[in-house]
Every structure is written in C-alpha cells, then in structure tokens.
C-alpha cells in the first residue's frame, strides 16, 4: 500500500545563496527575511506534522542549492558525513559579522550575514572593512581607508603567522592581551596612538568619544598589538627578557621600548607593573610553548 508523505516544505521563491563560512542559523534567518517569511514558520511548516527532513535536506528543498555547496560553504554542516574526530569549526574560528560589503558582492543582498572567522581576520584587505574584536553588528564595520596603518598591521598579521606558525601567533595573540588592555588602561600613549584614534573617530563622527567606542579604539591600536605580538613570538628575546644574565635582559627591555617609544616617561607603579608583566607575559608563553615534562605527564594521565 502506497503511504501518504504530505509535502511540508517547498522551494521558496527567492532562492538566497549562502555566503562562504556562514553558520546554520544565520543562513536560516537570511531566508526568511529575503522571502518575507517568519522564521519559526519557515522551520516549523505545520503545526500538526513534522517534518521527518535534516537540517541539510530542508535547506536544499527551500534554497534550491545542492547537498554538496550547502556542506562546502556553511561550516556548520560539515560534521555529517565526516568523523566524529573531524570538528566542523577549526579552534581558532569565532562567531562574527561577515564583512557588509562582501555579502552583497558575493549575494546581491544587503541581509547580514554572521560567519565562523579566524581571530587573525580583523581587516577586510578587499573592503577596507574593520571587522574584528568588539563589532557587535554589521555597521560597526569601520571604514579604515583614511588609516592605512591598520589595513597594513593585517598584512604583518598573516606574515608572521606564516613566519611562526598558528600555534605560537595564536598562543602570543592571547598571551599580550592582558599586557595590552593593561597599557591601554594606564594611558600607555604608543606613538601614532592619538593620531589613529582621532582618524577613526573623525570617520564615525565629531561627537564620538573616543574611550566608548571600544570597536574603534581596538581598532586604532591594532598595529601596535601586532608588533608586541612579533616581539614576544621571538624566541631569542623571549629568552634574553628572562635571562639570568641583567646585561642581557636590560638589552631585551631596551629594545621594548625601541619598539614602543613613549610620549611621557612612566613613573611610580606604573613602571614597575609595565617591567613585571612583560616578564610574567614572556614566562606564560614559554611554559605554553615548551611545558615542563612534569606537566605534561600529568596531562596525558
């Protein structure tokens, strides 16, 4: 006896493409808002029936796109058909705002769209676009065309994890944030700070403060974070800042501030945090990178 299967879900009239890297529920909101449909309707057709389809099959129907494109651009489909050792996104991949301007090129629609991105991608090089740390929605994406130093800081960025590794980039990118937030929190004005922050925040408006607008600010000081991520990736000055031997190590702070002139001499407490954490900071990388063997026997028991 032939069995009844009421047809639940059909191709809907507007057939929106994914975008490259696009998570599943972002992909699924975009279609309802090109078709005009609410979305709890779009993923529950019927209130009596359910539909028997994956998350992949229902997709296809109401996209119009194949298995094969649907699996190779939206990451969180990549897990069926693969092992269950294989993760669908890599570690280094955060949840963000694709670049606006991206998303109508590669789809022809302004809809937002949110992607699985490496923390290393904060700079669209296509768009000019700031779409990294600190952008909660689509027009925070800050245009860095009138700074060109921070669109150059993204290009150092992928030098140096090519140069390292992503492994060790990774581990200094984490590493320096403290040192960077506690730099920034003590008024640690690094040349081209000041100039930075005023270019960005002219570009958004006269009346934007700069201190409360934290996607800008990150965005300002980006170039100097890079370089105090390429000085901490270096093995060699790693060990000079840690070195028992004070010529060696005076040379190591020395060439800190070679790095990062100051405008105003740091004094007091400030001085002493500044030398204690950049030794502390360089002692957290190298036991990351090279744990004691007690550690790691105790890790793999």
């Given at each position: 006896m032939n069995m009844f299967h009421p047809a639940l879900i059909r191709p809907l009239p507007i057939p929106l493409p994914?975008?490259?890297?696009?998570?599943?529920?972002?992909?699924?909101?975009?279609?309802a808002q090109a078709?005009?449909?609410?979305?709890?309707?779009?993923?529950?057709?019927?209130?009596?029936?359910?539909?028997?389809?994956?998350?992949?099959d229902a997709l296809c129907i109401l996209s119009s796109q194949s298995r094969q494109h649907l699996s190779r651009t939206i990451s969180d489909l990549y897990t069926e058909?693969?092992?269950p050792a294989a993760p669908a996104v890599p570690d280094d991949h955060v949840l963000r705002w694709a670049c606006r301007r991206c998303v109508v090129a590669r789809t022809g629609w302004n809809l937002p769209a949110q992607v699985w991105a490496s923390i290393h991608d904060n700079v669209c090089l296509r768009h000019n676009l700031w779409?990294?740390?600190?952008?909660?929605?689509?027009?925070?994406?800050?245009d860095l065309t009138r700074t060109p130093d921070v669109i150059r800081a993204q290009r150092r960025h992928w030098r140096l994890r090519r140069c390292f590794g992503p492994t060790v980039t990774g581990i200094c990118l984490d590493a320096t944030g403290k040192l960077w937030s506690g730099l920034a929190h003590r008024h640690y004005r690094l040349n081209r700070r000041v100039e930075l922050l005023h270019d960005l925040v002219r570009v958004k408006g006269?009346?934007?403060?700069?201190d409360k607008t934290a996607p800008w600010r990150i965005a300002a000081g980006y170039p100097e974070h890079i370089t105090l991520i390429s000085l901490f990736a270096s093995v060699h000055w790693r060990q000079s800042i840690l070195s028992e031997d004070l010529l060696a190590a005076t040379h190591a702070l020395a060439e800190f501030h070679r790095r990062f002139p100051l405008q105003t001499p740091l004094r007091g407490t400030s001085r002493t945090w500044l030398s204690t954490t950049i030794e502390a900071t360089a002692r957290q990388i190298e036991d990351l990178l090279n744990p004691p063997r007690g550690a790691t026997a105790s890790t793999a028991r």
């Open positions: 994914p975008f490259p890297g696009e998570c599943e529920s972002s992909y699924w909101t975009r279609l078709n005009h449909v609410p979305l709890a309707r779009l993923r529950a057709p019927s209130r009596w029936l359910e539909s028997r389809l994956t998350s992949v058909g693969l092992p779409i990294g740390k600190d952008v909660f929605a689509p027009d925070q994406q800050l006269p009346t934007v403060e700069p």
